[in-house]
């Protein structure tokens, strides 16, 4: 909360608390004040002295601001077209003055960029592609359309396997690491991401596959293990396997053991796919009953090949199961069969 601006008396009409803006916006105050002093993105009157109270015009162009700068746009470009749309008059630049102590200070833009990595999406991301910053940005200040505008682009422009391994999955982490520290804060950021990167990669990728029905091959099944309930690194890879002309089959979220089984004798796949989120779901007995499970006509019956996919397994290699180490290394052993 920005504790120079305190929020007790003050009527809605009054405007927004720049505090209270950074957390609607998934911001540091710090990076919206920076961004006044900049470009002149700040409110455009004063009120009660030093205090500042955000229009819902001064929202507006921030939150321009927010979407331009996510897509990757710098700070100084985005700044001047989110102030064009709201017809504000751009800034004219001011001389830096030296602190009083003479000591050199540190240039604008690498305060601003340290700002930007370390909170602006309010998120721990680490050292990670732009794409994947301004994805999180967009998230955490639930903007949907912006969310959706960024996944259509990164997609079409990397591909589906970069886009996964470097830019959503570690957004996808970054949510979930972040809601799990701060109880149920940040749920709804990652069920906001969650279902938008699940549409896009079934518009994107899958709707443009050719249909399974022309293809002549075992498919692979695909699925979670009883209890498991993530299913979007299955849905990529369901995704990436179909742009590469491999029928598939996905089950989804919580198969139960019986069905599981009962689907590899009814269809004969190539391979299965088991996913685990997490050492409670992980089930090697299971794993190797599906390994074992044989079909077939009688006399050539065979088995299927089981990989054993997502951090639920651990690291460890288990004998007669392959262990993939991520998207792009599970489509080489499936390509490969």
């Keep these: 909360m920005d504790v120079s601006e305190p929020e007790a008396d003050v009527p809605p009409s009054a405007g927004m608390t720049t505090g209270s803006l950074a957390r609607r916006l998934g911001v540091s105050p710090t990076t919206l004040r920076s961004w006044d002093r900049r470009y002149g993105l700040g409110p455009a009157t004063r009120a009660q002295g030093r205090h500042r109270r955000w229009t819902p015009e001064d929202v507006a162009m921030v939150v321009e601001m927010c979407r331009l700068t996510a897509g990757g746009i710098p700070p100084g470009e985005a700044a001047k077209a989110a102030k064009s749309q709201m017809g504000r008059p751009q800034p004219q630049p001011v001389a830096p003055s030296r602190p009083p102590n003479h000591a050199v200070a540190a240039p604008a833009d690498v ?18 592609r732009h794409e994947c910053k301004g994805l999180a940005r967009a998230a955490v ?5 912006a969310v959706q505008e960024q996944l259509t682009a990164v997609i079409r422009a990397y591909g589906l ?3 996964w391994e470097e830019i959503l999955s570690p957004a996808l982490q970054a949510v979930g690491r972040k809601w799990q520290s701060a109880g149920e804060r940040y749920v709804e950021v990652e069920h906001l991401l969650s279902w ?4 896009t990669i079934r518009h994107v990728c899958v709707a443009a596959a050719p249909a399974q029905r022309e293809w002549k091959s075992a498919p692979v099944i695909l699925a979670c293990l009883p209890g498991e309930q993530h299913t979007l690194p299955l849905e990529a890879l369901n995704a990436a396997l179909a742009e590469r002309g491999v029928a598939t089959l996905m089950l989804g979220s919580a198969v139960p053991a019986e069905a599981l089984t009962a689907a590899v004798q009814r269809v004969g796949p190539s391979a299965v796919v088991l996913w685990s989120q997490s050492g409670s779901t992980a089930s090697l007995p299971l794993a190797h009953h ?3 499970t044989r079909w077939g006509i009688r006399g050539a019956r065979t088995q299927s090949h089981v990989l054993l996919a997502g951090p639920g397994w651990g690291r460890g290699q288990r004998p007669g199961l392959l262990r993939p180490r991520g998207l792009q290394d599970a489509l080489v052993m499936l390509e490969g069969l």
């Excluded at 305060?111 to 990670?128: M, Y």
């Excluded at 200040?141 to 359309?145: E, N, P, S």
């Excluded at 938008?196 to 549409?199: L, P, R, V």
Aim: charged share 10%; aromatic share 0%.
């Design 196 to 199: 938008h990167i699940s549409a």
């Design 111 to 128: 305060i601003e960029s340290v700002t930007a990595s370390r909170s602006a999406s309010g998120l721990p991301l680490g050292n990670v």
């Design 290 to 292: 599906v390994a074992s």
């Design 161 to 163: 396997v970069v886009t």
């Design 141 to 145: 200040r639930l903007d949907a359309v």
